[in-house]
């Protein structure tokens, strides 16, 4: 089994971007919107904020206690996006149950929406008119590419359809016309989609969900599922379990999360350059 090292292309990524953020005439930050202190979330934050600062890109955390209404946190959000120095703007999810997620998002510019979660912004990925993709399916997509991997004539599996991984996923695999089935907790025979599957991709966040009697010989497997399970963060995928069976796996950590964050600063840059 091969491990996909998203570390190493992230790496790869953030050092051509080192020198696109040189060559920018604009000083470029990214304003990252947080509503209250879960220590997880802070350290989704801080990974953000050492790979900006890493290759010349400021950030800025505007904190919001949970005590915060869907009706303030859409006003200050307004005030954020129209500051002219920040350049990209993000909502870290998720947001405590009583705001209204897809509200607050849906105020973001798509000119300044580098994680494409806004409806506007899902709008024109959908109709194959984004010029960028969501973070997780452009880091899928980078895995794929650089490891040679062919999607496009391969049966795939997506399990889960949530607003980070599964929905942004299935939008970039419909624009690439790939063969692909959603799995969820109301599909039918999920275990028979898995089987038949060349490529499964997961994000559910249930640990050690993904074992080796569910696959086939020879599968690719992207894990961009994390949770906490005694004290680490793990993925969706038993990596001991698929080993024997899979032909490559990627890690968590050290797989699609650093991937994803080098995607977004990307996506950063690139709204950036087209004003």
């Given at each position: 089994?091969?491990?996909?090292?998203?570390?190493?292309?992230?790496?790869?990524?953030?050092?051509?971007?080192?020198?696109?953020?040189?060559?920018?005439?604009?000083?470029?930050?990214?304003?990252?919107?947080?509503?209250?202190?879960?220590?997880?979330?802070?350290?989704?934050?801080?990974?953000?904020?050492?790979?900006?600062?890493?290759?010349?890109?400021?950030?800025?955390?505007?904190?919001?206690?949970?005590?915060?209404?869907?009706?303030?946190?859409?006003?200050?959000?307004?005030?954020?996006?129209?500051?002219?120095?920040?350049?990209?703007?993000?909502?870290?999810?998720?947001?405590?149950?009583?705001?209204?997620?897809?509200?607050?998002?849906?105020?973001?510019?798509?000119?300044?929406?580098?994680?494409?979660?806004?409806?506007?912004?899902?709008?024109?990925?959908?109709?194959?008119?984004?010029?960028?993709?969501?973070?997780?399916?452009?880091?899928?997509?980078?895995?794929?590419?650089?490891?040679?991997?062919?999607?496009?004539?391969?049966?795939?599996?997506?399990?889960?359809a949530g607003q980070l991984v599964g929905k942004p996923i299935v939008l970039w695999l419909l624009?690439?016309?790939?063969?692909?089935?959603?799995?969820?907790?109301?599909?039918?025979?999920?275990?028979?989609?898995?089987?038949?599957?060349?490529?499964?991709?997961?994000?559910?966040?249930?640990?050690?969900?993904?074992?080796?009697?569910?696959?086939?010989?020879?599968?690719?497997?992207?894990?961009?599922?994390?949770?906490?399970?005694?004290?680490?963060?793990?993925?969706?995928?038993?990596?001991?379990?698929?080993?024997?069976?899979?032909?490559?796996?990627?890690?968590?950590?050290?797989?699609?999360?650093?991937?994803?964050?080098?995607?977004?600063?990307?996506?950063?840059?690139?709204?950036?350059?087209?004003?």
């Open positions: 089994m091969i491990l996909l090292d998203g570390k190493k292309l992230a790496d790869k990524i953030l050092a051509e971007l080192k020198q696109r953020v040189f060559e920018s005439p604009k000083k470029l930050r990214l304003a990252v919107i947080v509503v209250g202190d879960d220590p997880v979330v802070r350290q989704f934050i801080e990974r953000k904020q050492k790979a900006a600062q890493n290759i010349g890109v400021d950030t800025r955390v505007y904190p919001f206690p949970d005590s915060m209404s869907t009706s303030e946190l859409r006003a200050r959000l307004a005030e954020i996006v129209h500051e002219e120095k920040n350049t990209g703007v993000i909502v870290q999810l998720p947001l405590p149950e009583k705001i209204n997620s897809q509200y607050i998002l849906n105020g973001i510019l798509p000119s300044k929406d580098v994680d494409l979660l806004s409806a506007r912004s899902l709008g024109l990925l959908a109709a194959g008119r984004s010029h960028i993709l969501p973070p997780v399916a452009g880091a899928v997509k980078a895995l794929l590419e650089e490891y040679q991997i062919d999607y496009h004539a391969k049966k795939i599996a997506v399990v889960g624009n690439e016309k790939a063969t692909f089935s959603v799995i969820r907790s109301s599909t039918l025979n999920p275990g028979e989609i898995l089987r038949n599957s060349d490529i499964i991709i997961t994000g559910i966040g249930k640990p050690n969900f993904l074992t080796g009697d569910m696959i086939k010989e020879g599968v690719v497997i992207i894990d961009a599922g994390t949770s906490e399970s005694a004290g680490k963060i793990v993925g969706d995928v038993d990596p001991d379990s698929v080993a024997a069976k899979a032909a490559y796996l990627t890690p968590v950590p050290g797989g699609v999360g650093p991937l994803t964050v080098a995607i977004l600063l990307k996506n950063l840059v690139s709204r950036a350059r087209r004003g």
